[in-house]
């Protein structure tokens, strides 16, 4: 089978899909605080981390090492609320995505579950 990488079409459906997802970040009050001012690059490198996660170039890999997600998330405190805002933002991104015929159902699904693993790894407050 196709790496999901190639069924939604390279590099640009992940830049779009952060794109979208940031919309929802740059207006929430939870979250916001915890980017910076520009959000430039951290749009950028979630971009290329889920590229290369989903059987895209490893340019991440190249440009800023391993991921260690757990590390580079520690300084920020994740806590249930933390998580559930991300996860709503993404969720909603990844609908958006669907809704414009970008991306099926089924591998909406597959990115979903993805995100809901990854955002539960990351917590680290109660």
Known sequence: ????????????FFFDLIDSFYLGVAGDPLLRPLYPEDLTEPKHHLALFLVQYWGGPSTYNETRGHPRLRMRHAP??????E?????????AAVARMVETERLTPPDAEELD??????AQSLLNAP
Request: no cysteine; glycine share 10%.
């Open 1 to 12: 089978m196709d790496a999901l990488f190639d069924r939604v079409g390279g590099e640009q």
């Open 76 to 81: 920020f405190i994740i806590g249930p609320a």
């Open 83 to 91: 998580r559930d805002a991300w996860l709503r933002h993404m969720h």
């Open 113 to 118: 579950a993805y995100f809901v693993m990854a």
